[in-house]
């Protein structure tokens, strides 16, 4: 086993320095990993030394992540909380959305009757193409051709616009 940990030292030291970004850390869990990859008995024969050192350096990190989750504060003072960037739309992205939609209402608004029934059936109202086709007793691909003349019209009205 003291060979297995000359071999393989270095390269899984830099692995881990990675995955864990803690050079610290990282050597760590090395030591944990060949603790217990000496500690298995000798009659348990391993076909493959590296495979198995890299899964059990994975599974420590996974433990390590999983403890250091549990131990974190779930809760933050009031004054670190405002270094934080709210997660609340800016005011021009409200407008913005707000006349992205408007745009969007006025070309479905501008769609053919049967074209822009068809368009919110499946759009707004999750119905499939089948479901349409029965409801309004016409083919599938009519759906389909309604439905992508819709896509296109309301797509071609927001890029104008924009």
Same mark, same amino acid.
Request: glycine share 2%.
């Given at each position: ?106 070309? =479905? #608004? ?11 059936? /499946?759009?707004? @109202? &999750?119905?499939? %193409?089948?479901? =349409? #086709? ?11 051709? /309604?439905?992508? @003349? &819709?896509?296109? %019209? ?9």
């Amino acid at each position: 086993m003291s060979t297995l940990v000359r071999e393989h030292y270095d390269e899984l030291l830099s692995f881990l320095t990675v995955r864990l970004r803690s050079r610290d850390q990282a050597s760590d869990v090395v030591q944990e990993t060949f603790l217990r990859v000496c500690s298995l008995p000798a009659s348990r024969p391993i076909l493959n030394p590296r495979a198995f050192l890299y899964k059990t350096a994975t599974n420590i990190t996974i433990d390590f992540f999983r403890r250091q989750q549990k131990h974190t504060p779930r809760f933050v003072d009031l004054e670190e909380a405002e270094v934080f960037p709210s997660v609340q739309p800016n005011q021009e992205r409200i407008l913005t959305g707000k006349e992205d939609i408007a745009r969007l209402s006025q070309a =479905i #608004a501008d769609l053919p009757p049967k074209c822009r029934h068809v368009f919110l059936l /499946h759009k707004v @109202k &999750g119905k499939s %193409h089948r479901e =349409i #086709a029965e409801r309004l007793g016409i083919s599938q691909n009519m759906v389909e051709k /309604h439905i992508m @003349k &819709g896509l296109n %019209h309301c797509r071609q009205r927001l890029e104008e616009s924009a």
